[in-house]
């Protein structure tokens, strides 16, 4: 976060709820899925003369989607290979009996839409789960593939034997795998467009955030930032934490004797060298002026003195150019329990204070 004055100015919080809103509804999605799954094979196991195809494919599926839904809660980052297996058993398992029973109906003089389980309200949802969550292409052709595996040889035999598709259960049949279902790929852009709007939106708000958080001259964070971000820590409760907060020493003289476009190239430089020595996880901001603020997540008293140093080693390692080295001083302290953002600012103002009061150039701890 240090190193990179280009990062978002947290952690791309719309994009973070965003992917956990969508793991959790696939995680959803996958648990009702297997609480039907088990509900259908419930009733097929408590029939007097149940098919065995009846009883086997939805424990199989209940099982299977269950066992999914774990995977997903353990590994929602494997989110995109879990989709693909659960829409891969969801095909298999209504492909199954309806090749099952289409064969049957075909070799014997029993009606399919009597023996039939209720497809037609079990593939949409299976269409429906590709449309919103796979890729545009894979989506289409994932949903077409389920439609000819599935649909398309019901459709096939209600066309041969029209006095089936006449019946209630036929229509109901015709209507739900036929315009229903193809209807389903029309959701495929319409998601899609609405997804783009959002990403868009997302990144309008993320520049936005940019600009209002960011040090137009450096680049770094600004005060409202960096009180921000400080705040956070604070109501966190958080004692490992410790706050830095340094200037520039004899800056006025400098802007004095070279002028501000000096002064300005001297902040630049100072601060892209303290950049450069600062953790990913490190909050570094322009508190105003010559005055920087350095938020340190996880920092000892020890060890935010070292960093401190470390600092203050890095802004005067070398000369800048038309002025020399410059040095710093240096105010560090550590939260405590129960600190305020004034209290906690004040006690790294006064370590500063004291460094300035000591002769410059070096780092003080209260």
């Not at 899925?33 to 196991?45: D, K, L, N, P, R």
């Not at 005060?223 to 800056?251: K, M, S």
Request: hydrophobic letters at 50%; aromatic letters at 8%; charged letters at 20%.
């Amino acid at each position: 976060m240090a190193a990179d004055s280009t990062a978002p100015s947290a952690t791309s919080p719309l994009r973070d709820v965003r992917a956990r809103g969508v793991q959790r509804t696939v995680l959803g999605a996958l648990v009702l899925g297997a609480v039907a799954a088990a509900t259908a094979a419930t009733f097929h196991w408590l029939e007097p003369t149940p098919e065995p195809i009846d009883r086997i494919v939805p424990t199989v599926l209940a099982v299977a989607f269950a066992l999914l839904a774990w995977r997903q809660w353990l590994r929602p980052v494997r989110m995109a290979s879990t989709l693909w297996i659960a829409w891969c058993v969801a095909v298999a398992a209504l492909a199954a009996p309806t090749w099952w029973y289409l064969v049957r109906s075909l070799r014997s003089s029993e009606l399919l839409v009597e023996l039939l389980p209720p497809i037609g309200a079990a593939l949409p949802p299976v269409l429906i789960g590709m449309a919103l969550f796979a890729r545009p292409r894979p989506a289409l052709w994932a949903t077409f593939a389920a439609w000819l595996a599935v649909a398309a040889p019901v459709l096939a035999y209600l066309a041969g034997h029209p006095a089936q598709a006449w019946t209630p259960r036929g229509l109901d049949l015709v209507l739900a795998l036929g315009p229903g279902a193809l209807f389903i790929p029309v959701l495929v852009p319409l998601v899609r467009g609405v997804e783009q709007r959002f990403d868009s939106l997302h990144r309008e708000g993320e520049r936005l955030q940019q600009l209002a958080e960011r040090d137009v001259l450096i680049g770094l964070y600004n005060r409202r930032a960096g009180e921000r971000f400080l705040g956070t820590l604070l109501a966190h409760a958080r004692q490992d934490a410790a706050l830095v907060l340094f200037d520039i020493d004899h800056f006025k003289r400098i802007n004095d004797t070279h002028g501000h476009p000096v002064g300005d190239a001297v902040l630049i430089e100072v601060g892209r060298r303290c950049a450069a020595a600062l953790g990913r996880d490190d909050i570094f901001a322009r508190w105003g002026g010559e005055e920087f603020l350095v938020v340190l997540p996880g920092a000892t008293a020890a060890g935010s003195i070292a960093l401190a140093e470390r600092l203050r080693r890095a802004i005067r390692a070398e000369p800048i150019a038309d002025v020399g080295t410059v040095s710093a001083s240096f105010g560090v302290t550590v939260l405590q329990p129960g600190d305020t953002l004034a209290q906690v600012v004040q006690r790294a103002d006064e370590a500063l204070y004291r460094a300035k009061a000591e002769g410059r150039d070096r780092v003080v701890s209260v």
